[in-house]
């Protein structure tokens, strides 16, 4: 639907345009290669990783991107 608006040179600006063109933004930043775990992981000073991972017994698995929708504003 989105493309086809497009197409006929028309913008959406309802709530569900904007959302989906987010989703589609998103989408493509998904797309996008991440660093490695390690080299993120590394970054982080080796204390605080213990710290972390005595007190809440967590630990690095994966690397992912978080949505802009679960980002407080």
């Known amino acids: 639907m989105r493309v086809e608006v497009e197409a006929r040179g028309e913008t ?9 063109s987010e ?19 590394g970054r982080i000073p080796e204390n605080t ?9 967590a630990k690095f698995v994966s690397v992912k991107r978080v949505p802009k929708t679960a980002l407080k504003e």
């Open 49 to 57: 990783r213990e710290l972390v991972e005595e007190l809440f017994r």
């Open 12 to 20: 959406l600006s309802s709530r569900a345009a904007r959302e989906a």
């Open 23 to 41: 989703a589609a933004e998103e989408a493509a930043a998904e797309k996008k290669n991440l660093p490695p775990l390690a080299e993120l992981v």
